[in-house]
């Protein structure tokens, strides 16, 4: 079922066949430090690496019998490379500096995949805060009406989450970026730390510190650990797009393609799948996150009940964030926005967003702001209250002008300088310039 959510990149990457290429390179490249240090001859290393193959469906099957994957493997190869060469594969080796440093490259290549991936999502979100810089809405909190902002502010925020998400896994893709060949207890008892060395920076890799037979657990789960913040933000903003949309609201859409269905039993629907899609997907990394944190608390130096748990959660954790990270950036570039609705839900509250900007003026004039706001929620309550009696003309404005006590210390002129957009949109252009989010398509 994961497959479906997934590119090819990604897929190749996690395949069984991959795993066992880059096994073999492990054991060759350890192959040939030996050889550099006097062990191995040349002549043995030149025999391995001109026969050195295998075979998955060979491998597979010895598993069946050994059960055993990576003696099925060295078996395998074994088999092609001949005697005498091959005693000198896999030797001084256990089986974690194999699986362990292997895992490794996975999940680097893996963060790169997802690092291009965040950085192609900024790009959309980064041309739709350009687009809608000063595209008027109203601003909630628990819900309800605030007051302003604009459409391109909420993008621009969305841009600097995702700036943190980038940050987050390049941190993520350095701190994985580590192997081992130091033996079955870390002691590199039969290897030396030199030969180690040598094997992770060929594979653009840093050799563990210390190590037990396994690299430490708290390494692995920092990565799903990081991969989980990034869904997490991932469904943030998908929850965010899904409440746009509701019908009451219809201030963004997820775009609905010719053709496409709603619902089984009604037609007109619209509903915003692709957002609910994301969020739930959501929860499966978060839960694949408190497994790979389990697995944190191994035996001694090593035990393999975190083995099973890893070929589960981090293939599926890979591949489900990149799909969710592809798919957020095609929702977000081809969301409907409706500028209109935004302006009509705005005028909803009658200009109460006002409140507080009132509020401060009449502080500046000399009201205690225990003062200030009494005659500001008066004013609110009579707009409530006008509303929702079916008067009109009766907006936040106007209740403070027939007040005579704010008449008292602001006039018109001020009202109206006051109860304004502009009022509350003088500093979205450096917002926006300060997170690079430049070349804006409009004016202030």
């Given at each position: 079922m994961i497959q479906r959510y997934s590119r090819p990149e990604m897929r190749a990457i996690w395949s069984e066949q991959r795993k066992l290429e880059i096994w073999l390179q492990i054991e060759l490249?350890?192959?040939?430090?030996?050889?550099?240090?006097?062990?191995?001859?040349?002549?043995?290393?030149?025999?391995?690496?001109?026969?050195?193959?295998?075979?998955?469906?060979?491998?597979?099957?010895?598993?069946?019998?050994?059960?055993?994957?990576?003696?099925?493997?060295?078996?395998n190869v074994a088999e092609n490379i001949g005697a005498p060469a091959s005693r000198w594969l896999h030797f001084g080796l256990t089986s974690s500096d194999v699986l362990d440093t292997a895992f490794a490259v996975q999940m680097?290549?893996?963060?790169?995949?997802?690092?291009?991936?965040?950085?192609?999502?900024?790009?959309?979100?980064?041309?739709?805060?350009?687009?809608?810089?000063?595209?008027?809405?109203?601003?909630?909190?628990?819900?309800?009406?605030?007051?302003?902002?604009?459409?391109?502010?909420?993008?621009?925020?969305?841009?600097?989450?995702?700036?943190?998400?980038?940050?987050?896994?390049?941190?993520?893709?350095?701190?994985?970026?580590?192997?081992?060949?130091?033996?079955?207890?870390?002691?590199?008892a039969h290897l030396s730390p030199p030969i180690e060395s040598y094997v992770c920076r060929r594979l653009g890799l840093r050799p563990a510190p210390i190590a037990t037979q396994v690299v430490q657990r708290d390494i692995h789960a920092e990565f799903i650990v990081t991969l989980a913040l990034v869904a997490a933000s991932i469904e943030r903003w998908a929850t965010e797009f899904r409440h746009l949309q509701r019908t009451e609201v219809l201030e963004a859409?997820?775009?609905f393609a010719p053709g496409q269905k709603g619902s089984?039993?009604?037609?007109?629907?619209?509903?915003?799948?692709?957002?609910?899609?994301?969020?739930?997907?959501?929860?499966?990394?978060?839960?694949?996150?408190?497994?790979?944190?389990?697995?944190?608390?191994?035996w001694h130096e090593r035990d393999i009940s975190h083995s099973s748990v890893?070929?589960?959660?981090?293939?599926?954790?890979?591949?489900?964030?990149?799909?969710?990270?592809?798919?957020?950036?095609?929702?977000?570039?081809?969301?409907?926005?409706?500028?209109?609705?935004?302006?009509?839900?705005?005028?909803?509250?009658?200009?109460?967003?006002n409140s507080q900007t009132v509020l401060l003026a009449l502080i500046k004039k000399g009201l205690t702001r225990e003062a200030a706001y009494d005659l500001v929620q008066r004013s609110a309550m009579k707009t409530w209250q006008a509303k929702h009696a079916g008067q009109t003309g009766a907006d936040f404005k106007t209740q403070l002008l027939g007040d005579p006590e704010v008449a008292q210390y602001l006039s018109r002129a001020e009202l109206d300088r006051l109860c304004n957009l502009k009022f509350h949109f003088r500093h979205v252009k450096a917002r926006l310039k300060k997170l690079g989010i430049v070349n804006l398509e409009v004016s202030s």
């Open positions: 490249i350890a192959a040939e430090a030996l050889s550099a240090e006097g062990l191995v001859p040349k002549k043995d290393l030149a025999q391995m690496k001109a026969k050195a193959a295998f075979s998955l469906e060979r491998c597979q099957d010895l598993e069946r019998t050994l059960n055993h994957d990576v003696i099925a493997f060295t078996t680097v290549q893996s963060a790169d995949i997802l690092l291009a991936d965040v950085k192609a999502l900024r790009e959309v979100v980064a041309a739709k805060a350009r687009k809608h810089a000063f595209t008027p809405m109203i601003g909630r909190s628990h819900g309800i009406h605030a007051e302003p902002t604009t459409f391109g502010m909420k993008m621009a925020l969305m841009y600097d989450e995702f700036g943190r998400a980038l940050r987050r896994l390049e941190q993520a893709r350095e701190t994985v970026s580590v192997g081992k060949l130091s033996g079955a207890v870390g002691t590199s859409e997820e775009f089984s039993a009604m037609p007109h629907k619209r509903n915003p799948i692709t957002g609910e899609r994301l969020t739930g997907l959501a929860r499966v990394i978060r839960g694949n996150a408190v497994a790979a944190l389990e697995n944190v608390a191994l890893e070929r589960v959660i981090f293939p599926d954790s890979c591949l489900l964030l990149d799909y969710m990270l592809v798919t957020l950036a095609k929702l977000t570039e081809g969301l409907i926005v409706y500028p209109e609705n935004m302006a009509r839900n705005l005028e909803l509250s009658l200009g109460m967003w």
